[in-house]
């Protein structure tokens, strides 16, 4: 048995950069880091990240259906833009019920104004007539 000090020397100084160069590279990139492996890893980090947020409630079912495509799609780098735009969509779809109950409330405050202005109307139109017909009695 020999010592692996010199490798492990070796290895250390490899994993902070050194002895990468182009000098010591023999293969292509790609043949080095296929492109279609790092897609790989990256599309099941989102598809994880997708299914963990569902399970857990913090997105709806629609919501993840939407994503999914989209990761597909090759729409999000890396997992944090994932998160930023769940987190950019919760909120717009908060700020969009805010926006539909604020307009349900001016609706059925308008409703109740026309119907107590159309009240108030025929009250006059009512009293008026009275008045008319008393007028003619006389």
């Known amino acids: 048995m020999h010592s692996r000090a010199r490798a492990r020397e ?3 100084a490899r994993r902070i950069g050194r002895h990468r160069g182009y000098g010591k590279r023999k293969g292509t990139a790609e043949a080095r ?3 279609e492996v790092m897609w790989m890893r990256r599309l099941r980090v989102l598809r994880r990240l997708l299914v963990k947020y569902r399970a857990s409630g ?3 079912k629609h919501l993840y259906h939407n994503l999914y495509h989209l990761s597909k799609g090759n729409t999000f780098k890396h997992k944090r833009a994932l998160v930023e735009h769940i987190h950019k969509a919760k909120a717009e779809k908060q700020r ?6 604020e307009m349900n409330a001016k609706r059925l405050r308008n ?3 026309r119907e107590r202005k159309q009240e108030r109307q025929t009250q006059k139109r009512q009293a008026l007539i ?5 007028d003619e009695k006389k």
Not at 96 to 101: M, S
Not at 130 to 134: G, K, L, N, T, Y
């Open 33 to 35: 880091m296929p492109s």
């Open 58 to 60: 913090k997105i709806d």
């Open 130 to 134: 009275a008045d008319d017909d008393d």
């Open 111 to 113: 409703k109740a104004a």
């Open 96 to 101: 969009a019920r805010v926006i539909e109950e």
């Open 10 to 12: 070796l290895t250390a």
